[in-house]
């Protein structure tokens, strides 16, 4: 009988527990013998859906290019709309909008350098003009010969080759295959069957059409090496208005209409049904390949997305979930620490009430501990559970009476230090008990920074932009200042980046905000909730990865006011307005975890 060490070369390895996982393209297949369990197991990789952050703007009949971690999407309606987003693996950010809005169309390429062409820009009547997309705008370049929406590209091409197959305009189903060259469209070898609505992958020398409207949903596949098209095996489900990604080794399909669940992967031969998606979903667009793609938006229209993984890991999605409640409830409280070592203090107990009292968390439940010796609201805080410092705000309820006292934590009292050279509330600050840093604020609007070495305030550079209702991120020599107001009409979505000496601006925040919550690092940031002016308070999560903001997931009801604290990974908001509450909420990014296998010989 042939051994394991005669195939592969190595033993079973007798282990008393399964392996950390490390990679899954290193891992998977990995074999062991668990002598804790008495069983053989493997890491085998599986296909799961996983829900994602919502589009910006719900949308059907859009189209999409890239890889699943750094995807694009554009076009799109009800109404039609040029507006373009591109994704980072987690989260979307809005970009520049395509020259002509349109829905249907059809595109590919990569979230730097895409290309859309096709669709229709009002009614049923098909375009045929062509958009090249550089990673921030659009420019138009040749039109195709032959106008039509609801075609199909094969996706994994380029600006500069790629194929525009198939499609309609009016009642009239097209075989039309045409390739760009950069600059202009050939015509070149027609499909074998002409069709709508379906899926193409591939590149403009080998590329794969699947399924779509021929007047009725047809399972029809074809394959092109680069002259001809060759009718290949079909799906195993006939459908149409399905979205697809891939090349044509690799491909995945899945969604139609009517709201179909259904998902097939393509091998190169033939098409194998696997998991479905969570909701069934038609017009969507898809960007990515095997083994991971990300199919979104769809009919009605949605702003949901899906991600197909073919992996030895099981994701979870990130999200927001309700953590144990303070024992005061409160709003302008200030907070430091990590979500499982949480420090908060101060703040307003009613509209005119200020408080004093301070709490622990330890990840469940919230602990009062002694109070500060100066109670106050708005005030600026940093460090950790057990070596917090505060600093700043309003002794007063309005009118406000401005502090510049310092007070440090040492996990059961308060003792006051030096104060700060401006004295002021509503500022910003970040870092740590002996390397602190405080920014902007009121008294009036400001753009003072000052830095603490554990036992004074020394003046630093200022920030470019005076604001206040502040928030940082970071540590003395690296940190952000995200958002607040201007004055009290515009309510900023400006983030600069301070290095130790001085502050420099960087990508805004999607939505400007004040009152909000932040968490996090320079290179790995959260900010969250906020008020915005009239409509009020809101729910809008936003993330940064070093160079642009994302969406993330909305909190759970809307709100400012709040303590924040924590990383980008692992937030904590506690407290805020409105109403005046003693909830707290926490976030948790996306994770991920190997499940292993028992190998059965049954």
Not at 146 to 154: C, E, F, H, N, V
Not at 348 to 371: H, K, L, R, V
Not at 501 to 511: H, K, M, R
Not at 560 to 566: E, W, Y
Request: proline share 3%; aromatic share 8%; hydrophobic share 30%.
């Amino acid at each position: 009988m042939t051994t394991y060490r005669e195939i592969k070369g190595l033993k079973v390895p007798y282990l008393d527990a399964d392996p950390p996982s490390a990679s899954a393209s290193t891992q998977e297949a990995q074999v062991w013998y668990n002598s804790s369990t008495g069983k053989l197991r493997a890491f085998v990789a599986a296909d799961t859906w996983a829900t994602g952050n919502d589009l910006i703007t719900g949308r059907s009949e859009l189209a999409g290019a890239g890889t699943a971690t750094a995807g694009l999407v554009f076009g799109g309606e009800p109404p039609i709309t040029g507006k373009t987003e591109e994704y980072n693996g987690s989260g979307w950010a809005e970009s520049g909008d395509m020259n002509t809005g349109r829905y249907a169309p059809a595109g590919g390429g990569s979230q730097t350098a895409a290309i859309g062409f096709g669709g229709a820009a009002s009614g049923a009547t098909a375009d045929d003009k062509t958009e090249t997309y550089n990673g921030s705008t659009w420019t138009e370049t040749g039109d195709m010969n032959t106008a039509r929406l609801r075609g199909m590209a094969s996706n994994a091409g380029t600006t500069t080759a790629i194929l525009s197959i198939g499609g309609k305009s009016g009642t009239t189903y097209y075989a039309v295959n045409e390739e760009f060259d950069g600059s202009s469209w050939t015509e070149v070898g027609d499909l074998n069957t002409a069709r709508e609505f379906a899926s193409g992958m591939g590149t403009s020398a080998a590329s794969l059409v699947a399924g779509g409207n021929t007047g009725s949903a047809t399972a029809n596949s074809e394959t092109w090496n680069g002259s001809a098209w060759t009718e290949g095996n079909n799906l195993n489900e006939a459908k149409k208005e399905l979205a697809g990604a891939g090349t044509t080794s690799a491909s995945v399909v899945c969604g139609g209409e009517p709201n179909i669940v259904n998902t097939e992967i393509y091998d190169g031969t033939s098409w194998t049904e696997t998991t479905n998606m969570s909701g069934g979903q038609d017009e969507l667009g898809a960007f990515g390949s095997l083994p991971q793609m990300v199919a979104c938006g769809g009919n009605n229209p949605t702003t949901s997305v899906e991600e197909f993984n073919h992996s030895i890991l099981t994701f979870t999605p990130a999200a927001w979930a309700t953590g144990g409640n303070l024992g005061t409830a409160r709003y302008t409280l200030e907070g430091a620490g990590t979500q499982t070592a949480s420090l908060v203090w101060a703040g307003f107990t009613n509209s005119t009430t200020i408080t004093a009292d301070t709490e622990e968390y330890n990840g469940s439940a919230w602990a009062e501990q002694n109070n500060l010796n100066t109670a106050r609201s708005y005030s600026t805080g940093c460090g950790t559970q057990t070596a917090g410092l505060a600093t700043g705000g309003s002794s007063t309820a309005p009118p406000a009476t401005v502090t510049g006292n310092t007070e440090e934590y040492d996990g059961t009292n308060w003792t006051e230090s030096g104060d700060l050279n401006t004295a002021r509330f509503m500022s910003g600050g970040l870092g740590t008990q002996t390397a602190g840093l405080v920014f902007g604020g009121n008294n009036p609007l400001i753009a003072i920074t000052e830095e603490y070495n554990g036992s004074s305030w020394t003046e630093s550079g200022d920030l470019n932009t005076a604001r206040g209702m502040t928030r940082g991120a970071g540590t003395q020599t690296a940190g952000l200042g995200v958002a607040g107001y201007q004055d009290p009409e515009t309510f900023g979505a400006l983030v600069e980046s301070y290095d130790g000496s001085s502050w420099t601006e960087i990508a805004d925040l999607s939505v400007g905000r004040q009152n909000h919550g932040a968490a996090g690092t320079t290179t790995a940031t959260l900010a969250f909730g906020g008020y915005v002016g009239p409509p009020g308070y809101i729910t809008t999560t936003e993330q940064f990865d070093g160079s642009a903001w994302a969406t993330a997931p909305a909190m759970p009801a809307a709100r400012g006011h709040l303590a924040s604290l924590g990383t980008k990974a692992l937030a904590l908001g506690a407290g805020g307005t409105p109403p005046i509450t003693n909830a707290t909420i926490e976030f948790t990014g996306e994770t991920s975890a190997a499940e292993a296998s028992d190998i059965s010989f049954d």
